[in-house]
């Protein structure tokens, strides 16, 4: 449904159309910027000749970091869904960007942490977040208040669609 639907059936008024326009052009934004994020990554990639990993899967590389974690930890931190995160684990694993191992208690579970080659990744994609890093603060475009302000309110939403999830009314 578009906004200009949303807005069209609906008999609120003047102010809570306004409301809900900036909020669903948010929603739009916010998808865009994701979508723009995993081109970046994939530029960055092409422009250092790693073809053979995505975006999403040098994101994930990134956000493992220096842990060791399972499918599920990572699900529950909010950055992946379901069997998404269970097919790129498994391709990192096949390509030699990860190691795995089953847990000693809990044998169903797989922990895994990063090979050498996956860190060289992580690596990339940090250095690549550090120049953005500096080029919005020296270009003008954000600086640390808009940074605070902007990262506040996207937990606020987050809290909010957290609990809708959790707490149906």
Known sequence: MSIHSVLHTDQRSGADKGFISGYLEALALVERL????????????????????????????????????TAGELKSRGYYQGSNVSYNLKKLVEMGYMHHQRCEIDRRSVRVKLTPSGRDIRDVVAHLFERHAD???????????????????????ERYWTDQIRYIY
Not at 43 to 60: G, K, Y
Not at 137 to 154: C, D, F, M, N, R
């Open 34 to 69: 994701h979508r723009l994020l995993l081109d970046v990554i994939k530029d960055e990639f092409e422009r250092v000749n790693v073809l053979e990993i995505n975006a999403v899967q040098a994101l994930l590389l990134f956000n493992i970091g220096d842990n060791e974690v």
């Open 135 to 157: 080029g919005l603060q020296s270009k003008g475009v954000l600086g640390p208040e808009g940074l605070i302000e902007i990262t506040g309110a996207l937990k606020r939403m």
